[in-house]
């Protein structure tokens, strides 16, 4: 079980960047691959990035590859997805996750709330 919270998000202009953090709370957390789920009004959930346990593998959606980069601090029980070059498609929920196991696309245990990005001049 683990508990997940993200921040960072707030209002960027294109081009910009952004630093999102999930903190998460529980005493395995190393234990778990983490995601980077997306949702913009009007479309489905869609999968930006994920990270394995220690780090040593990292998978990324076709449209933020070379802009993106996600990282895990597990003495911090934290993940983080920097964001660079960000355009107004760009604008979402942003959502962390942690998975037990499973596809890294899509098979996840455990959500947080959310945090909003919006890229916008």
């Known amino acids: 079980q683990v508990q997940l919270v993200e921040s960072g998000g707030g209002l960027v202009q294109p081009g910009g960047s952004l630093r999102l953090s999930c903190a998460a709370s529980?005493?395995?957390?190393?234990?778990?691959?983490m995601g980077w789920f997306r949702q913009a009004p009007g479309k489905e959930r869609e999968f930006v990035a994920a990270?394995?346990?220690?780090?040593?593998?990292?998978y990324y959606a076709d449209s933020v590859k070379g802009r993106f980069t996600i990282s895990r601090d597990n003495a911090k029980n934290t993940v983080y997805l920097q964001m660079n070059s960000l355009k107004p498609e760009d604008t979402a929920v942003y959502y962390c996750?942690?998975?037990?196991?499973?596809?890294?696309?899509?098979?996840?245990?455990?959500w947080g709330q959310g945090t909003q990005v919006t890229v916008s001049s």
């Open positions: 996750a942690a998975q037990i196991g499973g596809r890294y696309y899509d098979e996840y245990d455990y």
């Open positions: 529980g005493r395995t957390f190393s234990s778990y691959t």
């Open positions: 990270i394995s346990w220690r780090g040593r593998s990292t």
